[in-house]
Nanobody, 123 residues
């Protein structure tokens, strides 16, 4: 059974930084994982994806140059380093993993989901 557990969320002022972590257990597909976020009243959007088997990393335009996705050598933990945070980055952030590695960053590409961790950025 695949389990994804996020941590690292919190409250920060604009311009600050946070690092989110996602610990994966029971995930044997390979490392094709991503981070999504959902703000109140908005649809869930893909933020960043890392597809080790494909040698690919992908970022949404809204976070390019500010966020960095990475993983540990054992591929059991995925991180999202978030710098220069803005109030519009406020959302519930989810970690997700693909059953079949597609390299895409649509929610439908991901089979497994964590419970989410809240990020709040104040101005």
């Amino acid at each position: 059974q695949v389990q994804l557990v996020e941590s690292g969320g919190g409250s920060v002022q604009a311009g600050g930084s946070l690092r989110l972590s996602c610990a994966a257990s029971g995930y044997t597909t390979g490392s094709c994982m991503g981070w999504f976020r959902q703000a109140p009243g908005k649809e869930r959007e893909g933020v960043a994806g890392i597809y080790t088997g494909l040698g690919k990393v992908y970022y949404a335009d809204s976070v390019k140059g500010r966020f960095t996705i990475s993983q540990d050598n054992f591929k059991s933990t995925v991180y999202l380093q978030m710098n220069s945070l803005k109030p519009e980055d406020t959302a519930l952030y989810y970690c997700a993993a693909q059953l079949i590695c597609t390299g895409g960053l649509s929610a439908s590409d991901f089979r497994y989901w964590g419970q989410g961790t809240q990020v709040t950025v104040s101005s």
